[in-house]
DNA sequence: CCCCTGACGACGC
DNA sequence: AGCGTCGCCAGGG
């Protein structure tokens, strides 16, 4: 075995950028939401967090990564259209218990969850 | 090889 | 507080 040093996950590592988003975005807690200027920060700060919107839209259906838990800094569900409904992201937050409304997430100040911070 | 677009963010007015 | 512009990085045509 010695597998040597390779950690590799289950090819998550597309590019580090693509896979550490995915790993983060994977990690966010139910019922939890983060930007995705917070998620590029986490990584470097390095890129635009347009990277990592866009990192989600190229997201393989092998990888579950809540997608729908990641909205901009405003809270506002400006993914919802990628989802393949516009109401699709909107309903899997309400089931996990993040109430949205007006396709903006309600209290997002409070539930929102900052790699950087949570995660350290 | 050049141009444009894109799930954002911060700043200026 | 709302709207507009620029910046960032990468992929597609």
């Known amino acids: 075995m010695t597998t040597t040093k390779s950690n590799k996950k289950d090819g998550s590592d597309r590019s580090n ?10 990690l966010i ?6 930007s995705y200027g917070a998620i590029a ?20 259906r092998n990888q579950k990564v809540p997608a729908h838990r990641v909205v901009n800094s405003q809270g506002l569900l400006t993914g919802k259209h990628h989802f393949g409904s516009p109401t699709a992201m909107q ?5 996990e218990g993040v109430k949205v409304v007006n396709d903006k997430v309600a209290d997002f100040k409070n539930k929102f969850w900052n ?6």
């Open 91 to 95: 309903q899997m937050l309400e089931k």
């Open 29 to 34: 807690p139910k019922g939890r939401v983060t």
């Open 17 to 26: 950028f693509f896979g550490e988003v995915y790993e983060v975005a994977k």
């Open 41 to 60: 920060q986490y990584l470097g700060t390095r890129m635009s967090a347009r990277m990592v919107g866009w990192a989600m839209n190229a997201v393989p």
């Open 115 to 120: 790699p950087s911070q949570e995660l350290l």
